[in-house]
């Protein structure tokens, strides 16, 4: 009898995704429409620059964050000019050739460094050689909190201890308290596997999310220290019980919803989470937001389960389809728009946002 069961399970849940998954897929960007990190309209130019050596519209870009005090994005700006770089680096030495001093050429510098440094074999012994090139971007831009933050992450990479990397994250959050960036880089030193653990990891992310402003990224960190649990996988030193992780995906959700669909702003938030959603089984919540997600796909988190990122991306999204297919009833319309069905397919499923958990 239970055979029989089992059977017929298979069955019907066949019969559902044969039925419904070609219109849940439908309602999502084409899987050859989706990019891997694509730059937004500021940086795409100088991007296109840097390519043919000229680093005079990253120059602009930067300085325009500068002094528009735009940290978040300078922040982002900084990582993705370093990454290119990383690759192609001949703009950036025609760039400090010709303005040794300029803070935003050297903070693109430090950040580099940082990089190499940080894939090396000799991590600490690089990384403690580069003390002095952070510096001086520091000491360019008194006002930028993100020198500061790659301090944070210089200050990890080389085993600081709790009192040293607590005198720079007063530094970092004096200059701007709410700057997501040196969040992150608090809680991976407060991960358990840096220096911490999963609970301290989650009260840093779960009090800081409280203190953010409204629509501040910072309120999905503690979704951040959800994936780092989750990506540690089961163990002893595992205490951070299901429904604090859950919790942490209902506020990340939340947040997520405030941004039109396909914005760049909250795109790693939103893949972050995605990915989370679909480790806790939650399907017609992934399903929601990969469509939120729209084209943009971004490596973190795909890099760290995937061996390739697009793909990660695009075989975790077909999942969610096939999942909430699976849990549609048959006699569902046909004419309904798939968004009504993944919503038929949660309350079927015992729905609403603490439902399908793995």
């Not at 001949?90 to 580099?112: E, I, N």
């Not at 040293?164 to 200059?175: D, G, I, K, Y």
């Not at 968004?339 to 309350?347: K, S, Y």
Request: proline share 8%; glycine share 6%.
């Amino acid at each position: 009898m239970f055979r029989t069961m089992s059977l017929l399970r298979a069955l019907i849940g066949t019969s559902r995704m044969v039925r419904h998954a070609p219109r849940l897929a439908a309602a999502l960007a084409p899987d050859d429409d989706v990019l891997l990190d694509a730059p937004d309209g500021r940086l795409a130019p100088a991007l296109v620059a840097a390519a043919l050596a000229d680093p005079e519209p990253a120059a602009k870009l930067l300085a325009t964050t500068r002094d528009a005090a735009e940290w978040e994005d300078r922040d982002r700006y900084v990582t993705r000019l370093s990454a290119f770089a990383y690759h192609r680096d001949g703009w950036l030495r025609h760039w400090l050739s010709t303005a040794p001093c300029d803070p935003d050429a050297l903070l693109v510098k430090a950040q580099l460094a940082v990089r190499r440094a940080w894939e090396s074999p000799a991590r600490a012994e690089r990384l403690r050689e580069l003390g002095p090139l952070i510096e001086a971007a520091a000491e360019a831009a008194p006002r930028d909190p993100v020198p500061w933050r790659l301090a944070l992450d210089h200050a990890r990479g080389t085993h600081a201890g709790h009192t040293v990397f607590e005198a720079l994250w007063e530094q970092a959050v004096r200059r701007a308290p709410h700057h997501y960036g040196s969040h992150v880089a608090a809680l991976k030193y407060l991960s358990a596997q840096w220096y911490g653990s999963h609970r301290e990891c989650f009260d840093f992310a779960e009090q800081a999310a409280e203190d953010a402003l409204p629509g501040s990224l910072a309120q999905a960190l503690p979704v951040r220290a959800a994936f780092a649990q989750l990506l540690a996988g089961p163990g002893p030193e595992h205490g951070v019980p299901a429904d604090r992780i859950d919790a942490a995906v209902d506020r990340a959700l939340a947040l997520s919803a405030e941004y039109p669909v396909g914005d760049l702003w909250p795109a790693e938030v939103r893949n972050l989470l995605v990915h989370v959603l679909v480790e806790r089984g939650r399907w017609h919540d992934a399903l929601a937001e990969f469509g939120r997600i729209g084209p943009q796909a971004i490596s973190f988190p795909w890099t760290l389960v995937a061996e390739d990122p697009l793909c990660g991306f695009l075989d975790a999204r077909a999942l969610a389809v096939r999942e909430v297919a699976r849990r549609t009833p048959l006699g569902a319309p046909a004419g309904r728009p798939p968004e009504v069905l993944a919503a038929v397919a949660g309350r079927a499923d015992g729905g609403g946002p603490g439902g399908h958990y793995a």
